[in-house]
Nanobody
Framework: QVQLVESGGGLVQAGGSLRLSCAASGIIFSINDMGWYRQTPGKQREWVADIFTGGSTNYADSVKGRFTISRDNAKNTVYLQMNSLKPEDTAVYYC????????WGQGTQVTVSS
């Protein structure tokens, strides 16, 4: 059974930082390209960043230069370091494979106050 468990969210002031983690189980993590996504109420889930098995990364324009995605294959975990947070980053953050191969986890809430 595949499980994606996100953690690390919270309430932070604008300009602050958070580090999100996503622990994967039930998959061969090291061969999967992984991504972070976010969703706010009433809006579609949007892609934030991804990291491929070779280590290359891509970012949405809205987070480029502020967010960093990384992975630890030994821990089956993908991370999202979020710096210089803005109120518009407020959302529930999820991880999944780049192809969205699996069901969504519960996500982790990030709230940025102005």
């Amino acid at each position: 059974q595949v499980q994606l468990v996100e953690s690390g969210g919270g309430l932070v002031q604008a300009g602050g930082s958070l580090r999100l983690s996503c622990a994967a189980s039930g998959i061969i993590f090291s061969i999967n390209d992984m991504g972070w996504y976010r969703q706010t109420p009433g809006k579609q889930r949007e892609w934030v960043a991804d990291i491929f098995t070779g280590g290359s990364t891509n970012y949405a324009d809205s987070v480029k230069g502020r967010f960093t995605i990384s992975r630890d294959n030994a821990k089956n975990t993908v991370y999202l370091q979020m710096n210089s947070l803005k109120p518009e980053d407020t959302a529930v953050y999820y991880c999944n494979t780049v192809r969205v191969s699996y069901g969504w986890g519960q996500g982790t809430q990030v709230t940025v106050s102005s």
